[in-house]
């Protein structure tokens, strides 16, 4: 099984940066993927880290620490459109190879 | 390029009435997800499809639930009779194999109301 652990809220100020942190344990690691999810649209796909390290992509950048089982959400240059959840979701390595999601953190930036 | 399709957007109805979703995945993606997520709550996976067959249905409550995936590619989900607490978001999501990961991209999602 997994268990994932995120913040539940955060407040951000725009044009700041912030951290979102996803905690994991699984019994077998295959992946971790960030969603963003407006409220009442559909999860869109952010990133995925196999590999230990940080994967950057504009103002978004993801950190994975698979000993630690541990990443995050790093946005730059916050704007008031980022205002949104954000979804951890851990694949594992069963045979099914199962995507869990967390309960997401919502951000609130704020002018 | 389209991406995946659902329907209806929305629905309401009477506890212990049938409702129907159904589910357009993005040409050419195998797999394929139907997801259920409650308010203030992550995604839970109900099933996963690879096909036609139905590879993970493990969280799906089989007493009320069905879902059938013809020919592998359209896709319906059926709950009946719903009862007050199906009332959620149903997502239909799909992927395919790209390098070392599969990405999923998830539908609008059908919102579900029991009354």
């Known amino acids: 099984g997994q268990n994932i652990d995120q913040p539940t809220e955060m407040t951000a100020t725009e044009g700041a940066i912030v951290q979102i942190n996803c905690t994991y344990q699984?019994?077998?690691?295959?992946?971790l993927f960030w969603y963003q999810q407006h409220a009442g649209e559909a999860p869109t796909f952010l990133s995925y880290?196999?590999?230990?390290g940080l994967e950057e992509k504009g103002r978004f950048s993801s950190f994975l620490s698979r000993s630690k089982g541990y990443s995050y959400l790093l946005l730059k240059e916050l704007q008031m459109k980022d205002s949104a959840s954000y979804l951890c979701a851990v694949r594992d390595r069963g045979g099914y190879q199962k995507v869990t999601f967390g309960t997401g953190t919502k951000l609130q930036v704020i002018p | 390029e389209a991406g995946v399709v659902q329907s209806p957007r929305y629905k309401i109805i009477e506890k212990k009435q049938p409702v129907a979703f159904w589910c357009n995945p993005i040409?050419?993606?195998?797999?394929l997800y139907w997801y259920r997520q409650n308010l203030g709550q992550g995604p839970e996976l109900l099933i996963r499809y690879e096909n036609e067959e139905a590879v993970d249905d493990s969280q799906l409550p089989k007493d009320r639930f069905s879902a059938e995936r013809l020919k592998g590619v359209d896709s319906t989900l059926k709950i009946q009779p719903a009862e007050l607490g199906d009332s959620a978001v149903y997502l239909c999501?799909?992927?395919?194999?790209?390098?070392?990961?599969?990405?999923?991209?998830f539908g609008e999602g059908s919102w579900l109301t029991v009354v």
């Open positions: 040409s050419g993606h195998n797999t």
């Open positions: 880290n196999v590999l230990d």
């Open positions: 999501a799909s992927s395919t194999r790209t390098g070392l990961t599969d990405t999923i991209y």
């Open positions: 699984t019994s077998g690691f295959n992946g």
